[in-house]
Nanobody
Framework: QVQLVESGGGLVQPGGSLRLSCAAS????????MGWYRQAPGKQRELVAT???????NYAESVKGRFTISRDNAKNTVYLQMNTLKPEDTAVYYC???????????????WGRGTQVTVSS
């Protein structure tokens, strides 16, 4: 069973930094895109950043220049370095991965359970 486990969330003051990690495990043959999404209270889940297996990255306009997504393909792990955090970055952050399993040839999107990021003074 494929699992994605996020870590690294917490409480930080405006202007501070956090680094999120998300490790995928469980019968994985390969992973195509990996990404981070977030959902603030009362709002829809939105894309933060994605990274393809070849390294191509995509960012939401609201985080460009402040957040950096990266991945370690050998560890099936994706990271999100968040700098110059703002109160409006407060949300639950979810990672996802486009996975091909060893026992199932069809690509499937898996999600983590989320990690809370709170930016407040």
């Amino acid at each position: 069973q494929v699992q994605l486990v996020e870590s690294g969330g917490g409480l930080v003051q405006p202007g501070g930094s956090l680094r999120l990690s998300c490790a995928a495990s469980g019968g994985i043959r390969s992973i195509n895109a990996m990404g981070w999404y977030r959902q603030a209270p009362g709002k829809q889940r939105e894309l933060v950043a994605t990274v393809q297996s070849g390294g191509t990255k995509n960012y939401a306009e609201s985080v460009k220049g402040r957040f950096t997504i990266s991945r370690d393909n050998a560890k099936n792990t994706v990271y999100l370095q968040m700098n110059t955090l703002k109160p409006e970055d407060t949300a639950v952050y979810y990672c996802n991965a486009d996975v091909t399993r060893v026992d199932w040839a069809i690509r499937t999107i898996y999600w983590g359970r989320g990690t809370q990021v709170t930016v407040s003074s």
